[in-house]
């Protein structure tokens, strides 16, 4: 199937865009890989430390020079459900690697937060400055040098970004993701939603809704609703850093730990020990357009507006906004799971998983199959299904149907023409709103302003009876420098049961909404953040906002000498900066980039002054560094 002509003009920009800095990126990559195993360039005192402790085997493995050894990179820890899991890994992995004759190490573990816990509390804003946390964790954690390869254990919203991100500064290493999988199936979503809206009216107690909640997140595992976590997880497995439809099979299980045995294997497989195949090679243009795809074809989370740009940067890939609005326009909606449906994760993984999607949009033309994986060249090797022969993993073509047309459709007969996701701009600054599971007559809304300075704030005016009416909720402050982004998730079923009760509402914000946000329309992200002089700080209440998803258009109708005669609106932001460790993160604040940079605090890369190997060891080769001529001369060696 020929490409779709927005697809190959979308990625051809990209790689124009991007020739400088991705060009630098993979000299960097190069430079940092030596001949032969890593450890290589360690000396005898540096090489002693790194396996003190290790079994007498492995101990010889590592001194030989030879064989590869292996960095695991975890974010377990006992209290969130997603990573509980991981508990378990490094012991399947060890023995996994042992088995092909290399070594596995623990390298690190990263942190985790779970926007679930923190949601409306003073935590939530170190969330998005968590992915950077991570990020650089995964980089200390890999300094060592010891290592030929990595294996990461991360499922979560901030977490996978971070060590891909993390990764991706080492991107001269192979690297496998793994994932843990979601939780079994409780209580439906659609009930959950419900009980949520009744407990914001007073319809229902506390106690209900704790039971409520208590019967949807009640197992190890992942949320199974599709929220930026399981966008997540189709993300790697549309950028062939997983195992084929791995991301969903369930956690404590034998097919589980099958897949993850499967994964240390094939780290081992493509160093430079075996065929060699490089994160830098994997991560490319063509694969971040296919993730971007992905997202739309699934109606993933919009906090992918952020991870996908910064993790592309991390690769010196310069994506924007334009380019998911593009993309959008030609990809069709092929999923239907909540909150843009009522079925969860495990009901898609039923029906056919991230291999079904992968296959349509191949077959429409909509995603590039000539590119690298971690099974290596082409895409098309991970449109299949895991199963069990005896103790050991096997992958089988998949249906030719659909085991569920409710919950995933071919791309012939998609559930929507188009992604779902919407830039818009205008005097009010760029901003992108989700409209999967917006109904059609809410595309549009235009009503006066209530502005607000906290999500606090508007919950204190809905509870005073105060929101009965027609208006656009303008929640100033919330962007990366102000305080870190938090989501604003808190708000949805107030505004859910106001546009229930036939007011038109919507809300704009410089702050975030995640991949839960549902039905009333948002625009969020807002670019440039009130802080850094946006406009939106120039609205006032009663100002007529208009909201169109349809024409792309974010504006305040106000006369056009008054709004350039406007101030920017002013808020003491002390009480965002102090307390629940906020403090720490005050470098973070004053460095972070604009959301449409990906909310950022790394520089994209640049050339090397002057262009030296890291290492003596490293092997240079004769061709210009940084080409693919150059990998195929290396590879090939």
Known sequence: MALHPVLEQVTNRIIARSRPSRTAYLAHCDAARIAGVQRGAL?????????????????????????????????????????????????????????VGAVAQFAGGVPAMCDGVTQGQPGMELSLFSRDTIAMSTAVALSHNMFDAGLYLGICDKIVPGLLIGALHFGHLPAVFVPGGPMTSGLSNKEKARVRQLYAQGKATREQLLECESQSYHDAGTCTF????????????????????????????????????????????????????????????????NAIVALLATGGSTNHTLHLVAIARAAGIVINWDDFDDLSKAVPLLTRIYPNGDADVNHFQAAGGPAFVIRELLDAGLAHEDVNTVLGRGLRAHCKEPFLEGDEVVWRDLPQNSGDEAVLRPASNPFGDNGGLVLVKGNLGRAVMKISAVKREHHIVEAPALT????????????????????????????????????????????????????????????????????????????PEIVAGGPLGKVRDGDIIRVDATAGRLEALVPQDVWAAREQACADLTSSHIGMGRELFAVFRKSISEAEDGAATFPLPSPLEPTTPLHEGADTGEIMPGSDEDFLFRTSK
Do not use: W
Request: hydrophobic share 40%; net charge positive.
């Open 43 to 99: 000396s005898c005192t540096n090489l002693a430390h790194g396996f003190a402790a290790f079994p007498s085997n492995d101990k010889l493995r590592l001194k030989e020079l030879t064989k590869p050894s292996v960095a695991i990179v975890s974010s377990y820890n006992d209290m969130l459900s997603a990573h509980h899991p991981f508990e378990s890994f490094p012991k399947l992995i060890k023995d996994a690697v042992r088995e």
């Open 452 to 527: 607000f300075d906290s999500q606090e704030a508007f919950m204190h005016a809905y509870k005073a009876g105060h929101l009965n009416r027609d208006f656009v909720a303008v929640i100033r402050f919330q962007g990366p420098r102000a305080n870190g982004m938090p989501e604003l998730h808190a708000l949805t079923p107030a505004l859910s049961n106001l546009q229930d009760a036939g007011h038109h509402v919507a809300m704009v914000t410089d702050g975030r909404m995640s991949g839960a946000s549902g039905k009333v329309p948002a625009a969020i992200h807002v670019s």
């Open 226 to 289: 599709y929220g930026t976590a399981n966008s997540n997880q189709m993300l790697m497995e549309m950028m062939g850093l997983h195992m084929p439809n791995s991301a969903f099979i369930t956690p404590y299980t034998p097919l589980r730990d099958a897949l993850t045995k499967a994964a240390a294997r094939q780290a081992v497989a493509i160093t430079q020990q075996g065929s060699y195949m490089p994160l830098s090679r994997i991560v490319d243009e063509k694969s971040i357009v």
